[in-house]
């Protein structure tokens, strides 16, 4: 059973354009979110992060979007850059020192 | 400010072996987590460690154990490695009142 989900393995944007990646989940117990980006041979690298008390979180490029009802969150990145060609991968918690929940990421391609 | 390191990068064993993963948090964090990312995968939860005790375990088998020193560095030890065992272990550090997590590069361990 997949807490966190990914539905899009991957994405091919133009630069200067923008990226949306897309996370939904199943426990309405998580309340915070987290996405990462993982270059091969090295590991996540920390983006940009949102508590359930926000709907928004934004961070240079990066912004965060959450919808509660929806169950959602996507990352918007704007404009999208060649070095950010990674994999990207959602993760979500619950209240208290509780463990992350991964997705199975998203491979995204920014083409010069 | 060094980041979470992990030692070593890279181990080949064979099935039935032994190996032991090392880690250190970042500076200023207390709390080390073990994660298992299988080719293709997002990263599954191990343990996580807090003041030297196991405080969260995932859905692993005793086969793996760990162990924090009053440094708040970690070991992660495998007994009879099996070749499923294969995969990256990353080791993620976070501390304090912030809820996010910070990743070492990770070891890539192949049972052979």
């Known amino acids: 059973d997949q807490q966190v989900k990914q539905n899009s393995p991957s994405l091919s944007v133009q630069e200067g354009r923008i990226s949306i990646l897309n996370c939904d989940y199943t426990?309405?117990?998580?309340?915070?979110f987290l996405w990462y980006k993982k270059y091969p041979a090295e590991g996540p690298t920390f983006l940009i992060s949102?508590?359930?008390?926000?709907d928004k979180n934004e961070d240079g490029r990066f912004t965060v979007f959450l919808n509660k009802s929806a169950k959602h969150l996507s990352l918007h990145i704007v404009p999208s850059q060649p070095g950010d060609s990674a994999v990207y991968f959602c993760?979500?918690?619950?209240?208290?020192?509780?463990?992350?929940?991964f997705g199975k990421g998203t491979r995204l391609s920014v083409i010069a | 400010d060094a980041g979470v390191t992990q030692s070593p990068t890279h181990l080949i064993k064979t099935r039935g072996q032994q190996v032991t993963l090392r880690c250190s948090p970042k500076?200023?964090?207390?709390?080390v987590s073990w994660y298992q990312q299988a080719l293709g995968q997002g990263p599954q939860f191990i343990f996580q460690y807090y003041e030297e005790e196991e405080r969260q375990r995932g859905n692993f088998p005793d086969r793996f154990s760990g162990h924090q020193f009053p440094n708040y560095s970690s070991e992660l030890n495998v007994n009879a490695l099996l070749l499923g065992d294969s995969a990256l272990y990353l080791c993620a550090s976070s501390g304090g009142t912030s809820r996010n997590s910070f990743f070492g590069q990770g070891t890539r361990l192949t049972v052979v």
């Open positions: 949102i508590s359930s008390i926000k």
């Open positions: 993760a979500a918690s619950e209240a208290g020192n509780t463990p992350l929940v």
């Open positions: 500076s200023g964090h207390d709390t």
């Open positions: 426990n309405s117990m998580f309340d915070y």
